[in-house]
């Protein structure tokens, strides 16, 4: 009986270790980072063009002297804040047309290189940085030109300026969600990196 038992239990091992290993299925992240990449440039792009395009002259009182009394103009360039935003968004939309290329010439391979993955997770966060710090700065000069500041007499300037405010509301939009979008390409890439990684 004994010389039984023993061959019982050698084939029920050979049987567990002949079965596959459970493995969940292999899924190309690049389907989802292609699209919000191109996402990314259009949003970089619009809010390109909405900063360029915002110009507004209407007839204002800078002071009480009858000579300063006539058309002002406003742009974007008379604001270092929104010089500096235009400047990240126009470095953003640059990378998102390079990481457009490096996401769609690995949309193919089944396992993309650790080295590209890192540096797109590494620029990724940067242009987090970059974009949110310059969304922060415009969104200071657009509160300061929507609300005013009383206490240190700064008169709000969106009531004559209606236009150019809202210039500023739209690329402000679009900043913000360039800024989301690459959030989750962080994410993104940070996720690929840990699974090429295990």
């Known amino acids: 009986m004994a010389s039984t038992d023993k061959p019982a239990a050698h084939s029920d091992k050979t049987e567990v270790e002949s079965q596959p290993p459970n493995h969940s299925p292999c899924i190309n992240l690049f389907l989802v980072d292609l699209p919000l990449r191109v996402l990314l440039f259009a949003s970089t792009v619009v809010a390109i ?14 002071s009480l002297a009858p000579s300063k009394f006539g058309p002002r103009a406003a742009k974007f360039t008379h604001s270092p804040a929104l010089i500096y935003f235009l400047v990240a968004v126009s470095v953003a939309c640059l990378y998102s047309i390079l990481s457009i290329f490096a996401s769609f010439s690995s949309i193919s391979k089944p396992a993309p290189p650790k080295t590209l993955l890192l540096v797109l997770a590494f620029f990724d966060a940067l242009f987090v940085g970059i974009v949110s710090s310059a969304l922060g700065a415009a969104a200071g000069v657009a509160y300061i030109g929507y609300k005013g500041n009383s206490h240190v007499g700064w008169n709000k300037i969106c009531n004559v300026y209606d236009k150019f405010c809202r210039h500023i509301a739209g690329y402000l939009t679009m900043a913000l969600l360039a800024s989301i979008i690459l959030v989750f390409l962080t994410m993104l890439s940070t996720y690929s990196l840990y699974r090429r990684s295990r």
Do not use: N, P, R
């Open 49 to 62: 063009v909405l900063i360029t395009t915002s110009k507004d002259t209407e007839i204002a009182v800078v």
